[in-house]
């Protein structure tokens, strides 16, 4: 579906309009082959960046063709059918529109659409910002849940199972997912500052900045979780590694344990002459001397803590 949306610093609010005016905001979602064919025809767009717009795994990057300029960026993306945490986003700012092209409901232009959020859209630069904090800030929530999440879990180290372990790797996923967008993002973003790719006004680098410093905090954060993530993994495989050493460890001493009155007894159920074999008190000796053996063994293993 595509969306024509305008409104300048003197409108009320947001309306959706039919004509592609000056200053009009172009929003594709889930377009077809042939919707977006013919609007790449219409705006007179680079043809061979049409199929990178609808690959779903494109990697952020910005490029500008003939005076146009193409941002590819990434945003949380929560959909259990694709192994993958982030959806792609192309923000293409040409001369008089701004075009932003996603393959699947985008839930973070939701306060831009329904006016929570002014925006005016013959602002291109200011919308196109505005368009990368609503992403920033999805990006900082999705953090928040996950650090939320591995804390709680790290809680729990001792009792860490395989549920855990498998949890611990998708939390690892998200967070690689998410450096790997907003790394590249940001480069592309310091780019802006030089002027090459779309007009920056004074006012408007503050707005770049904040959302570098943004930007950049949200990586630091997520490297800085994936290292909790690696360290309580590797504590958790210290525990397992070492509760299953104790748990051998004791099996061993019940088996030695166990195999000195089996030998016993097997040696005196032999049907051969045995010493004391006529003696009435022959099987309390047999006893004794099991039990002593046990006992010896059983003090030589809590000297040398085996037990």
């Known amino acids: ?46 043809e061979t960046l049409l199929e990178d717009a609808q690959d779903f795994f494109e990697v ?24 993958i945490d982030t959806a792609p986003l192309l923000i293409v700012i040409g001369e008089t529109y701004v075009l932003t092209v996603t393959q699947r409901m985008i839930p973070q232009f939701e306060p831009l659409l329904t006016g929570k959020r002014v925006v005016h859209t013959t602002q291109k630069t200011k919308l196109f910002l505005h368009l990368m904090e ?33 949890r611990f790797a998708n939390y690892e996923r998200q967070l690689n997912d998410m450096v ?50 690696q360290n ?3 504590s958790a495989e210290a525990i397992l590694t070492n509760t299953l050493n104790n748990r051998i460890k004791t099996l061993t001493v019940l088996t030695i344990l166990l195999t000195i009155p089996t030998i016993i007894f097997s040696l005196y159920g032999m049907n051969i002459p045995l010493p004391f074999a006529e003696n009435p008190y022959a099987l309390l000796f047999v006893f004794v001397l099991m039990l002593g053996v046990v006992g010896i063994a059983l003090g030589y293993f809590k000297k040398n803590d085996w037990l």
């Open 180 to 229: 790997a967008a907003v790394l590249p993002t940001n480069v592309s973003l310091q780019q802006l500052m030089n002027n090459n790719y779309i007009p920056v006004y004074a006012d408007d680098r503050e707005l770049v900045e904040d959302v570098r410093i943004d930007n950049t905090q949200v990586v630091e954060s997520a490297r800085a979780l994936l290292k909790t993530i």
């Open 134 to 166: 609503c992403v920033t800030a999805s990006f900082e929530r999705q953090l928040v849940n996950l650090r939320r999440s591995v804390h709680k879990d790290r809680a729990k180290l001792r009792k860490i199972g395989n549920r855990e372990i498998v």
């Open 60 to 83: 952020p990057r910005m490029e500008k063709v003939d005076g146009v300029t193409y941002f590819f960026t990434r945003y949380p993306f929560n959909e259990v059918t694709e192994d």
């Open 232 to 234: 309580v993994r590797n």
């Open 1 to 46: 579906m595509i969306t024509n949306y305008f409104r300048t610093v003197k409108d009320d609010a947001l309306k959706e309009i039919t004509d592609l005016r000056n200053g009009v905001w172009i929003h594709a979602v889930n377009a077809s082959d042939g919707e977006l064919a013919q609007l790449w025809n219409t705006l007179d767009l680079d």
